[in-house]
C-alpha cells in the first residue's frame, strides 16, 4: 500500500463548480498535513495546511480525519486558474507526496 | 527574500554519463531536501539533510546517486552513471524544522 494515495484524474469541470478531492494515508503516526498545487512543468507550492478541525482559506476548504486517516480538499466557485495538480503531502520524519490529482477547469 | 536556486535548469546526457546538480537553499534553512519527479508522479524523496548530517536517505539509489552538504549550506547531488530511468526533474527543497518547505524551480535531466 502506498504511504499516501490519491485519485489521479483527471477532474474536467465546468467553471463555477464545486469539487472536491480525497486522500488517504497509511501511517497513522504522521503528524501534520498539506495541499501543494503544481502547475505544469513548475515547482509544487504550498496551498494550505490541513488542521484536524479542518481550516478554510477563501474558496478552499481542507479537512482532516485521523480516525479515518482521511484528508480532503474542497475548492468552491472553481476558477480556470484553478486548473493545476493538487498534492496531498504527509509529515512524518520528511514529506511524503501523492501522486496528485489532476483538475482542469473549462469554460 | 531568495528562494531556492538549483543548476542547471535542463540536462541532457547519454546513458552511463555522470552529471551534478546544485542547490542553494533558503537562508537559515537548515532542512534541505532532494526530491526526484518522474512525469506524471509526485515527488519522490531521495534524501533528506538537516545543517550537514543525512536524516533520511533510505530511497536514494545508492549505486549511483550520492549527495553531499558539506558546510550545511548549498548542496550537491551527482549520477553516475546515468540509466534511462533517471530522467526526471530533480528538485531542491528546504525549510525550517517541522515547518512548511519551499522548492526550487528544478533541474531536468534527460537521459537519451
Known amino acids: 500500500r502506498k504511504e499516501v494515495e490519491q485519485d489521479p484524474g483527471p477532474f474536467n469541470v465546468p467553471e463555477g463548480a464545486t469539487v472536491a478531492f480525497n486522500c488517504t494515508y497509511s501511517?497513522?503516526?504522521?503528524?501534520?498535513f498539506f495541499w501543494y498545487r503544481q502547475d505544469c512543468r513548475k515547482e509544487p507550492k504550498l496551498l494550505m495546511s490541513?488542521?484536524?478541525s479542518g481550516n478554510e482559506d477563501g474558496r478552499f476548504t481542507a479537512q482532516l480525519n485521523r480516525a479515518s486517516q482521511y484528508i480532503s480538499l474542497l475548492i468552491r466557485d472553481s476558477k480556470l486558474s484553478d486548473s493545476a495538480t493538487y498534492l496531498c503531502?504527509?509529515?512524518?520524519?520528511?514529506?511524503?507526496f501523492g501522486t496528485g490529482t489532476q483538475l482542469k477547469v473549462e469554460l | 527574500e531568495a528562494g531556492v536556486a538549483q543548476s542547471p535548469r535542463y540536462k541532457i546526457i547519454e546513458k552511463r554519463q555522470s552529471v551534478a546538480f546544485w542547490c542553494n537553499p533558503i537562508?537559515?534553512?537548515?532542512?534541505l531536501y532532494w526530491y526526484q519527479q518522474i512525469l506524471g508522479q509526485g515527488p519522490k524523496l531521495l534524501i533528506q539533510?538537516?545543517?550537514?548530517?543525512?536524516?533520511?536517505d533510505s530511497q536514494l539509489p545508492k549505486d549511483r546517486f550520492s549527495a553531499e552538504r558539506l558546510k550545511g549550506v548549498d548542496s550537491t547531488l551527482k549520477i553516475q552513471p546515468a540509466k534511462l530511468e533517471d530522467s526526471a526533474v530533480y528538485l531542491c527543497?528546504?525549510?525550517?524544522?517541522?515547518?512548511?518547505?519551499?522548492f526550487g524551480e528544478g533541474s531536468w535531466l534527460t537521459v537519451v
Open positions: 527543497a528546504s525549510g525550517e524544522s517541522g515547518n512548511t518547505i519551499y
Open positions: 501511517n497513522s503516526a504522521s503528524q501534520s
Open positions: 490541513v488542521y484536524s
Open positions: 503531502v504527509v509529515r512524518g520524519v520528511g514529506l511524503t
Open positions: 537562508s537559515g534553512h537548515a532542512t
Open positions: 539533510f538537516q545543517n550537514n548530517g543525512v536524516v533520511d
